[in-house]
């Protein structure tokens, strides 16, 4: 018989995220550390800010001080080995910094950027120096960036898929997944520009009734885990999207306001 000892240790690939917390289990780090779980990777996880909402409104935030961020991302960096990393909300230029320190040594790992600006039940989730701080630290060292239109328009001053992908990828951001769900389409298309190739990948979806709270921390979480576990960033985003559309059409309503995506569908039978 094998004692335990003799028992190798089992790995997942293990995920670094920055991010904030959204007591309402539906965006934020809840959304990061699910979406990971279900997607078989080992979320570990950097709290950047604690938000003050529900499933219909945001309150306020707090920002925790950049030090405590450092310290955070520096316990784990010693420890572990990363093989993916995702950003999330980062609300300020000193923690934009802060991470952007942090991620230098974990150059060699996909980074995927969300650069979440507002809640989904409205209300901004930064200060006005994060657009800029996004810009010029973080975003030039991304792998994939996952913006929707309106921060394509903040980032960029640009609503306009390809000319924001063009511009972002100019500062040195390598792919670019312009999520469509905020443009008034009929359907919802995603563009993916890839360093790669001259022409954009587009994925069109039928377009969901909900409003939801947390899908676009689903989508990029998603991403990451499935490059974390090897796959080329094309499939990796495809897979992401599929996995997300499925979470959000079984989504559930946890109090009155926004659904929240049923990101562990897969435990729990997926519903016809
Ligand atoms: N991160 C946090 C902590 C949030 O509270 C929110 C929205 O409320 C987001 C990210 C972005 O959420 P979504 O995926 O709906 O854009």
């Not at 609300?91 to 980074?111: E, F, H, N, Q, Y």
């Not at 239109?149 to 980032?155: P, S």
Request: proline fraction near 7%; hydrophobic fraction near 45%.
């Amino acid at each position: 018989m094998r004692t335990s000892e003799t028992v190798p240790p089992k790995q997942m690939p293990t995920v670094l995220v920055f991010g904030g917390h959204d007591p309402s289990g539906g965006a934020g780090i809840a959304a990061d550390i699910s979406t990971l779980l279900a997607l078989g990777c080992h979320p570990i996880v950097v709290i950047t800010a604690i938000t003050i909402q529900n499933t219909k409104r945001l309150l306020r935030y707090r920002l925790l001080e950049p030090g405590l961020i450092a310290a955070q991302a520096g316990a784990l960096l010693e420890d572990t080995a990363i093989a993916a990393c995702k950003t999330g909300m980062l609300g300020s230029a000193a923690i934009v910094a802060t991470v952007a320190d942090a991620v230098t040594a974990l150059s060699t790992v996909p980074l995927v950027v969300d650069p979440v600006l507002r809640a989904g039940a409205g209300g901004p989730l930064g200060e006005p120096d994060l657009v800029a701080a996004l810009q010029t630290s973080l975003l030039p060292r991304a792998t994939l960036a996952t913006p929707n239109i309106d921060e394509c328009r903040a980032l960029t001053s640009s609503a306009e898929p390809e000319q924001a992908a063009t511009k972002l990828m100019a500062r040195g951001c390598k792919n670019v997944l312009v999520t469509g769900t905020h443009a008034p389409t009929p359907e919802v298309v995603h563009r993916l520009y890839l360093a790669s190739s001259q022409v954009p990948r587009m994925s069109q979806w039928p377009r969901l009734n909900g409003v939801y709270h947390g899908s676009g921390c689903t989508l990029a979480t998603a991403v990451t885990a499935y490059l974390a576990r090897g796959e080329a960033m094309a499939d990796a985003v495809n897979h992401a999207l599929d996995y997300t559309w499925q979470s959000l059409r079984q989504a559930y309503r946890a109090g009155s306001g926004q659904s929240i995506p049923k990101r562990l569908w897969r435990m729990h039978g997926v519903e016809p």
